[in-house]
C-alpha cells in the first residue's frame, strides 16, 4: 500500500475517534459542540481521484452519524463539502490551484485559513440547516453556525499547526 494511503486511514479513524469520543461529548455553553473532523478535507491529499475522495467523505460523515446518532446529517454535509471543495480551492487559492504542481506549502497563511474557514462554513450550514429544517428558525441556524463554527475553526487551525508537517 501506499504510504499517502496509510497515513489518511490513520487521520480518518483518529478524527472518529477524537470527534466520537471526545467532542462529540463536550457541550460547551449547553449547544456548542465542535465537529473537528472537517480538518479530513484540508489534510486530505488534492491530487486524488475525486470519486475516491467523495466517497472517503460520505464515509467519514456516515462513521460519525452512526456513532452520534444524527440520521445522516455529518453524511450529508460531509459529501457536500467534498463536492464543493474544488471550487472552493480555485477561490482561495487563485490560479495557483489550477496548476499540477501544487502545493500547500506554496500558499500564505490567510489562504489555508480562509480555506478552512469556508469549508467548516458550508459543512455547518448543511448541517444545522438540515438538523433544524425550518427556515422560521433561521436565527437559531445561523446562531449554532456561526458559534459552533467559530470553535471549530479555532480547533481545526490548532490540530493544523500541532499536526501539519513542518513542510507546509
Known amino acids: 500500500m501506499n504510504n499517502t494511503?496509510?497515513?489518511?486511514?490513520?487521520?480518518?479513524?483518529?478524527?472518529v475517534l477524537t470527534q466520537v469520543l471526545i467532542f462529540n461529548n463536550l457541550n460547551f455553553l449547553g449547544f456548542i459542540n465542535p465537529m473537528v473532523y472537517v480538518i479530513f478535507f484540508y489534510w486530505y491529499p488534492i491530487k486524488v481521484n475525486r470519486a475516491v475522495f467523495m466517497l472517503t467523505a460520505f464515509l467519514l460523515g456516515l462513521t460519525i452519524d452512526i456513532f452520534s446518532d444524527t440520521l445522516a446529517l455529518n453524511a450529508l454535509a460531509s459529501t457536500t463539502v467534498a463536492y464543493l471543495r474544488p471550487p472552493v480551492m480555485r477561490f482561495c487559492f487563485g490560479v495557483n490551484y489550477d496548476f499540477q504542481n501544487f502545493s500547500f506549502k506554496n500558499t500564505t497563511k490567510i489562504q489555508?485559513?480562509?480555506f478552512m474557514a469556508l469549508v467548516v462554513l458550508i459543512h455547518h450550514l448543511i448541517y444545522f440547516f438540515f438538523e433544524i429544517l425550518s427556515i422560521a428558525h433561521i436565527l437559531l441556524i445561523l446562531k449554532n453556525v456561526f458559534v459552533t463554527g467559530v470553535v471549530t475553526l479555532v480547533l481545526c487551525i490548532l490540530f493544523s499547526s500541532l499536526f501539519s508537517p513542518r513542510s507546509e
Do not use: D, H
Open 112 to 114: 489555508r485559513i480562509t
Open 5 to 15: 494511503v496509510i497515513i489518511n486511514i490513520f487521520r480518518f479513524v483518529l478524527l
